[in-house]
């Protein structure tokens, strides 16, 4: 089956207010599919619908062939999860932790193998209460994996760790796409969705905003580069404008104006120059990142925290 | 592996946590004996119960046995149900095929185990010195009360932990109840010298019942101490505190003491 996940017009509403105002989108075998936003943009009702925690208002959702809202335990047998908060008990091994969950499946994996997987094999006998957050947060993941599911559902997985931390954990989930496991990921970090997602899905507000790949995201997204130059002199504004088909802004002695498709818009405007014999002047093009494609996409929805559901 | 050896291998699991937590183990194992020998280095000598004289020091080994009951399998249990909610491990438990019951089922054998040992360890510290003799009544009686006491202060804890939005409020709530009911139940005062109406109000909850029970047991003579009054008073607790668990009991986090934040 090469569609794991399909989500088609979901809604989701608590109380009177809606949520999520039906998204749509796959997650496919073998890819690992980054779910962006800001908090409160949806993505932790999303990944607990899909879960099987929430139910929801309409549309359809089905995660390896079956309705999550009716989740059976063969169903549970085949999925696995990493919450956002859960505070394994301190008292217990890693080793001891890990094959107690194994213990919950039908054909668990090698704990010992798992343990290694997340890169704790030199703490397996140390009690959770002393590892690190990084490593309490790998733990969560041995956890999620123990059970061999066929989707592994990450929520948030580097919120609140430190960029070493951070790191350890991409390698962990780079290690996870070697080995061809599908992996949904929730974050609110563009750069490692960029790092690690195939796919990127940008949810503002319960809607979704853009999906892609990150080239493609780049590509699309309102990806308009600044140019500028120097209003120097022969520089004639309007005929420039008339040229480019837009008109320049200006700012002081600069002008600029946006482009979406950069070698086009030079192109013309070096022509110009060339054709009225004008040397142009501190000439540039600014293009932003899509750390910033993102906030503006994403910064519409501000100030609508999500409730925590229940 | 079958349910039954899941819920088994669990419940051993449960267990073995409780061994190594010290605040648990000083509170429902430590304590207890604590308060045994406080008690009676306090009130030697005798006190009437039902109308005759008798030895102090049995009357609070039957009585700390009972109020022993409640800590383990109310107190304690709240605690560490709640804590294990607002962890959020109740939530992923819930996510993994394991069926719910199995937890459940834990955490009650859990409580069941340690009653049983910290009960065997009152009495025979009782039994060693102060002169409390066993015999085949006094231990049906105390086997009585035992699976009794669990079953009734087990379903109350459930059901209460909906109550309970932290375990800092679990923490409160569950030793200050057995307290004021051991109070009220002549527990921690003989019921020689309580007010009437102290009594009659005690009367209403279940310590109140395990309480005199095991007070019998222990006390009187060829008794067992097991009365239909007794029973049923600790049995409706229980069936009530089943049936409210059933419509309240949680397994996600409730919310406000856990570091909820962002979605």
């Given at each position: 089956?090469?569609?794991?996940?399909?989500v088609?017009g979901?809604?989701?509403?608590?109380?009177e207010?809606e949520?999520?105002?039906?998204?749509?989108?796959?997650v496919?075998?073998?890819?690992i599919?980054g779910?962006?936003g800001?908090n409160?943009a949806g993505?932790?009702?999303?990944?607990?619908?899909l879960e099987?925690?929430?139910?929801?208002n309409g549309g359809?959702?089905s995660?390896?062939?079956?309705?999550?809202?009716?989740?059976?335990?063969?169903w549970?047998?085949?999925?696995?999860?990493?919450?956002q908060?859960c505070e394994?008990?301190p008292?217990?091994t890693?080793r001891?932790?890990v094959s107690i969950?194994?213990?919950?499946f039908?054909?668990?994996?090698?704990v010992?193998a798992?343990?290694?997987?997340?890169?704790?094999s030199?703490?397996i006998h140390?009690?959770?209460g002393?590892?690190?957050g990084g490593?309490?947060?790998?733990?969560?993941v041995?956890?999620g994996?123990?059970g061999?599911?066929?989707i592994?559902?990450?929520?948030?997985p580097t919120?609140?760790l430190?960029?070493?931390a951070?790191?350890e954990?991409?390698?962990?989930?780079?290690?996870l796409?070697?080995?061809?496991?599908t992996?949904?990921?929730t974050t609110?970090?563009m750069?490692?969705?960029q790092?690690?997602a195939d796919?990127?899905i940008?949810?503002r507000a319960g809607?979704?905003?853009a999906a892609?790949?990150?080239d493609e995201?780049?590509a699309?997204?309102?990806?308009?580069a600044?140019?500028?130059?120097?209003?120097?002199p022969g520089l004639?504004?309007?005929?420039?404008g008339?040229?480019?088909?837009?008109?320049?802004?200006?700012?002081?002695?600069?002008?600029?104006?946006?482009s979406q498709d950069?070698?086009?818009d030079?192109t013309t405007?070096l022509?110009?120059?060339?054709?009225?014999d004008v040397?142009l002047?501190?000439?540039q093009v600014?293009?932003?990142?899509?750390d910033?494609?993102f906030?503006?996409l994403a910064?519409?929805?501000?100030?609508?925290p999500e409730?925590?559901g229940? | 592996?079958s349910?039954l050896?899941?819920?088994?291998?669990?419940t051993r699991f449960?267990?073995r946590?409780?061994?190594?937590?010290?605040?648990a183990?000083?509170?429902?194992a430590?304590f207890p004996?604590?308060l045994?020998?406080?008690?009676?280095?306090?009130f030697?000598?005798?006190t009437?119960f039902?109308?005759?004289?008798v030895?102090?020091p049995?009357?609070?080994?039957?009585s700390i046995?009972?109020?022993?009951i409640?800590l383990v399998?109310f107190?304690?249990l709240?605690?560490r149900?709640?804590?294990?909610?607002?962890?959020?491990?109740l939530k992923?438990?819930?996510?993994t095929p394991?069926?719910?019951w199995?937890?459940l089922?834990s955490?009650?054998?859990r409580t069941?185990v340690?009653?049983?040992a910290t009960?065997a360890?009152?009495?025979?510290?009782g039994?060693?010195f102060y002169?409390?003799t066993?015999s085949a009544?006094?231990v049906?009686?105390?086997?009585?009360?035992v699976?009794?006491?669990?079953?009734?202060?087990?379903?109350?804890?459930?059901a209460?932990?909906?109550l309970c939005q932290?375990a800092?409020?679990?923490?409160?709530?569950?030793p200050?109840?057995?307290?004021?009911?051991?109070f009220?139940?002549?527990?921690f005062?003989?019921v020689?010298?309580?007010?009437a109406w102290m009594l009659?109000?005690?009367?209403?909850f279940?310590l109140e019942?395990?309480?005199?029970?095991?007070?019998?047991a222990?006390?009187v003579?060829g008794?067992?101490?097991i009365t239909?009054?007794d029973?049923?008073g600790m049995?409706?607790?229980g069936?009530?505190?089943?049936?409210a668990?059933?419509?309240l009991?949680?397994?996600e986090?409730l919310g406000?003491g856990?570091?909820?934040?962002?979605r």
């Open positions: 089956m090469d569609c794991v996940v399909s088609e979901l809604r989701k509403s608590y109380g207010r949520r999520l105002h039906g998204i749509s989108f796959e496919h075998a073998g890819e599919l779910f962006l800001t409160g993505k932790t009702t999303t990944i607990e619908v099987g925690y929430r139910p929801y359809t959702v995660v390896l062939g079956v309705d999550p809202a009716r989740a059976t335990r063969s549970r047998n085949r999925i696995g999860l990493v919450l908060e394994l008990d008292v217990y890693v001891e932790t969950f194994a213990r919950y039908r054909h668990p994996t090698n010992e798992t343990i290694e997987a997340v890169g704790l030199a703490k140390d009690r959770v002393q590892l690190s490593q309490k947060r790998r733990l969560d041995a956890v994996l123990v061999d599911p066929e592994l559902f990450l929520d948030e919120t609140g430190d960029p070493l951070r790191r954990m991409w390698t962990m989930i780079e290690g796409r070697a080995a061809g496991k992996i949904f990921l609110h970090y750069d490692e969705a790092h690690l796919r990127i940008i949810l809607q979704i905003a892609g790949t990150a995201l780049s699309t997204l309102g990806y308009r600044t140019v500028s130059l120097d209003a120097g004639d504004v309007d005929q420039v008339t040229a480019l088909g837009r008109a320049l802004g200006a700012s002081g002695s600069a002008v600029h104006f946006t950069v070698q086009a030079l405007l022509d110009w120059a060339r054709d009225h040397q002047t501190n000439l600014v293009q932003p990142s899509l910033e494609v906030v503006r910064g519409d929805a501000a100030g609508e409730e925590a229940r | 592996m349910d050896s899941l819920a088994l291998a669990q449960a267990l946590g409780y061994l190594r937590n010290p605040s183990l000083g509170f429902t430590l004996i604590l045994l020998l406080l008690f009676n280095a306090i030697h000598g005798v009437v039902n109308g005759t004289s030895r102090a049995a009357y609070y080994t039957a046995i009972s109020y022993e409640m399998s107190s304690s709240l605690v149900v709640t804590t294990n909610r607002e962890r959020g491990l992923r438990f819930r996510g394991m069926p719910s199995v937890y089922f955490e009650i054998g069941l340690v009653v049983a009960v360890v009152l009495v025979a510290v039994a060693i002169h409390v066993l009544h006094l049906a009686g105390l086997v009585t009360y699976v009794a006491g669990v079953f009734c202060f087990s379903a109350l804890a459930l209460l932990t909906r932290t800092d409020a679990a923490s409160a709530i569950g200050l109840a057995a307290t004021i009911l051991a009220l139940s002549g527990v005062i003989p020689a010298v309580m007010p009659d109000l005690g009367r209403v279940p019942h395990l309480a005199r029970g095991l007070q019998s222990f006390l003579p008794s067992t101490g239909g009054v029973l049923a049995l409706a607790w069936v009530a505190g089943l049936i668990a059933v419509r009991f949680r397994w986090p406000t856990a570091p909820r934040a962002q």
